[in-house]
Every structure is written in structure tokens, then in C-alpha cells.
């Protein structure tokens, strides 16, 4: 099942760094994008999700969805040690098709002080 | 805050025994979900439950598999007959709704269990 792909890392950046993390997909039909956050030991736990194309933003945390290349991502500005964990994108392609969710592999992040 | 609660955190089993896994979702919850994370692989969907019944099921919940909400609270994921290959950690979610406008409802996941058969 090859349907959402994700550099698993690990990334380690020095505390300040802006992050980039990403994720490519094959189906066409995804329309709604999450980003979870997954801490050691914890369960997945929704950032941030955006619908259809375009930018959003919440806080240090930007998400951007371009459907034409299927390819999404999210920014970490000010990255932060307490920012280390698996950042984990996931996709569904519509309501009315259900909300099974497709997941990456995760990736990876230590903040380093 | 609320949470997903899941028992327990870690499980082992022998080979060909049958394991119940227990969630209890959020209590203002009314869809539930369990998903599996085979190590070092993706967050794989199961199956989606909703007034008693299997919304949604993916390939992977054969007829091994089996959900039930015995009670208020609880909801569970039965494995018959275990395999070496359903060592995984298993994820219980729930959120209040299947949708939340034209988008699919947040889903608020538990701490998972960690399945080892072997």
C-alpha cells in the first residue's frame, strides 16, 4: 500500500530551526489533510488539518497543500525541544466516501537544545 | 481533558491464542475506531463502529477480527487465533461525529497497546 509516502527520517535540528516535513500521496481524490503528533509512548494527536488546496496557520505551525503536484507539508518556525516527537501526516478522501484515514510512516524529530 | 483510555498497555500472547484488546472512548463519543502500527510501518485503519454496528472495515479485518461494545464504556477489539504477524501496536480512537461540517470529524486517539505473539 504505497498510497501516502513519508520520509521517516530521523531529523535532528538545533533548537530555533525551521522545520519541513512532508508528504507525497497518489490519490487524487484526497481532500482533507491532517498533520498528527505522536510523543513516545502516547497515541497520534491531531496538529493541524487543512482542506482542499492552500495554506494554514496556527501559531509556529504552517500547513500547505498542493494538490497538483500531491504533495503536502508542515513548517515548525521556532522549533522548540518540546517539538520533538513523530510528526505523522494522514488523508481521507471525502465524507462521503467515509473517514478512513491514510496514513504516512511518520517522521522523526528531535529539537535540539 | 478527556481522554481515549486503553488496557492494557502491553500484551503477550502465544501464537493461535485469542486476545481482547479494551478501549474506553471518550463518553460523548459515538463513533469508534481501532487502527493498527506494525513497527516501523504506517498507521493502518481496521474498522469504524457507529450505533452497534461496523460502519467501515478495511482488507486487513478478516473474519479473525471482531468489535463489540459490551457496555456503555467500553469498546473492544477481539483477535481469534492469533498470528505472529498481529504483533503490533494497536490504536483506539473515537470522535463525537462522523463528520463536523464537509470534513471528517477529529479523531482523539488512545495511548495504543502494544501486542506481542509470540
Known amino acids: 500500500q504505497k498510497e501516502v509516502e513519508q520520509d521517516p527520517g530521523p531529523l535532528s535540528v538545533p533548537e530555533g530551526a525551521i522545520v519541513s516535513l512532508n508528504c507525497t500521496y497518489s490519490?487524487?481524490?484526497?481532500?482533507?489533510f491532517m498533520w498528527y503528533r505522536q510523543y513516545s509512548r502516547k497515541g497520534p494527536e491531531l496538529l493541524m488539518y487543512?482542506?482542499?488546496?492552500g495554506n494554514k496557520e496556527d501559531g509556529r505551525f504552517t500547513a500547505q497543500v498542493d494538490k497538483s503536484s500531491k504533495y503536502i507539508s508542515l513548517f515548525i518556525r521556532d522549533s522548540q525541544p518540546s517539538d520533538s516527537a513523530t510528526y505523522l501526516c494522514a488523508m481521507s478522501d471525502s465524507y462521503n466516501t467515509g473517514n478512513q484515514f491514510y496514513f504516512g510512516t511518520g517522521t522523526s524529530l528531535t529539537v535540539i537544545p | 481533558e478527556p481522554e481515549v483510555t486503553q488496557t492494557p498497555s502491553h500484551q503477550v500472547t502465544q501464537m493461535g491464542q485469542e486476545v481482547i484488546l479494551r478501549c474506553v472512548p471518550i463518553?460523548?463519543?459515538?463513533?469508534f475506531y481501532w487502527y493498527r502500527q506494525i513497527l516501523g510501518q504506517k498507521v493502518e485503519f481496521l474498522v469504524s463502529f457507529y450505533n452497534n454496528e461496523i460502519s467501515e472495515k478495511s482488507e486487513i479485518f478478516d473474519d479473525q477480527f471482531s468489535v463489540e461494545r459490551p457496555d456503555g464504556s467500553n469498546f473492544t477489539l477481539k483477535i481469534r487465533s492469533t498470528k505472529l504477524e498481529d504483533s503490533a501496536m494497536y490504536f483506539c480512537a473515537s470522535s463525537v461525529a462522523r463528520t463536523s461540517g464537509n470534513v471528517p470529524d477529529t479523531q482523539y486517539f488512545g495511548p495504543g497497546t502494544r501486542l506481542t505473539v509470540l
Open positions: 463518553s460523548n463519543h459515538l463513533y
Open positions: 490519490n487524487s481524490a484526497f481532500q482533507y
Open positions: 487543512t482542506y482542499s488546496s
